[in-house]
């Protein structure tokens, strides 16, 4: 399932633009659920996929900052939290749905008074003026790896 | 973005009890995601909105007992919980859908054994013998304003 | 709303497998939620209900390790967290959805470091080789009853 990244994806990921609209579908279950391996991300590595499609709706696992291109944590607590929306909105771009189309997010932080700001700061620099999704934002115990923060969202990207 | 609130929803709030349907329907994205500015509802100060709607379903943001009318936090426990639901109760409602219309609910508490049983009474109230949804209950560290519960719930609203 | 175990049923969780297909589908709110009672599962004790449908899609709650034939949690970890999973696999079963048919699953941990091993293990057994959902994986401060794991599973499963 691993896909080699193209230059155009390195270069996308290295500028934190969200990549053109570039599908890799795979396996499609019986009624339907299209499991997403978009180009130009980090290949899941343990029990999980990146997304999925079904009907009008693509569902994104929880990310976090990783960085697509070296498959390492970003550094520094608000490149971080920048990457790992980056990288929730790279895979929805992957199915034509923009950060305007997220019906909903949660947010998963392990600090509310420090990380919290910073993910207000990226939300308003990412969404850019356009509408804010309903979210949820909780402190829990801990994520994986020890990490700070991870997002979970959800997008309707109607087939025309 | 903020509504002014009608005299009718005021009072509605007072009584806590959810407004007629009134639907405040704003941006909606070209991919046909809906952001609901509902009547009577405090108005969200931050990087994030009450409720969109997609399809035929409904998601209302991670709720808590902030009092509509006065925009602050209700005062003592089951007051506070009872705001939670009812808030997430009236957005619903703007769009048709009663709490017997909810998928799934999830429920974020501070202290599983004191917060779980007001929980628990509150949704016995509001639901009136009309059967509960899907709920997950979890005790988090912290939310936002070091709050108690806060309460997340999806619906289905076909529109006719 | 409490069904009595048929033999069969009694058989299927005493080796772990998920029931036939079998729906117990009950109230329908008037926008058409479905209330849904597996055959074969415990019965639901609190405010809560095991899961509904809503169009193509089956909101499962929140599943720990009880053991239906007992309504007592699974002895040992291993055993509790595959009893969780399978009581997912058991109802999303009765709506003709399997494990791949998973859009998303969210994993309630109290312990990332001792339980998330266990997760992925019981994932590689129970997915057996078919694409993993979208996942996203925290750890929480407490669970009901002071449990160890907590799944929530969102199913696709189209009417035909």
New interface residues.
């Given amino acids: ?1 691993f896909r080699t990244m193209t230059r155009a994806a390195a270069l996308a990921t290295a500028l934190a633009l969200p990549l053109a609209a570039a599908a890799q579908e ?2 499609t ?5 299209v ?1 997403l391996y978009p180009d130009g991300m980090f290949p ?1 590595t ?7 499609r ?4 693509v ?4 990310m976090r900052g990783i960085v697509p291109e070296t498959n390492t944590l970003a550094e520094g607590n608000e490149a971080r939290v920048r990457q790992a929306f980056v990288n929730m909105q790279t895979i929805a771009a992957s199915q ?3 950060l ?5 997010i ?1 947010v ?1 932080v ?1 600090d ?1 008074y420090r990380y ?1 700001p910073i ?2 700061q990226i ?2 620099e990412l ?1 850019a003026g ?15 790896q020890d990490d700070i923060v ?1 997002v ?1 969202g ?1 997008f ?3 087939r025309s």
């Avoid at 569902?59 to 929880?62: D, H, K, N, T």
């Avoid at 305007?100 to 909903?104: E, Y």
């Fill in positions: 399932m795979g396996d279950a019986p009624n339907g659920v499991t899941p343990g029990t999980w996929n990146l997304a999925t079904a009907g009008d709706f569902y994104v696992a929880g034509g749905a923009t305007q189309d997220a019906v909903r949660v998963y392990t509310m919290r993910v207000n939300q308003e969404w356009r509408p804010y999704p309903p979210r949820t934002i909780i402190e829990v115990d801990r994520l994986n991870e979970e959800t309707y990207a109607p």
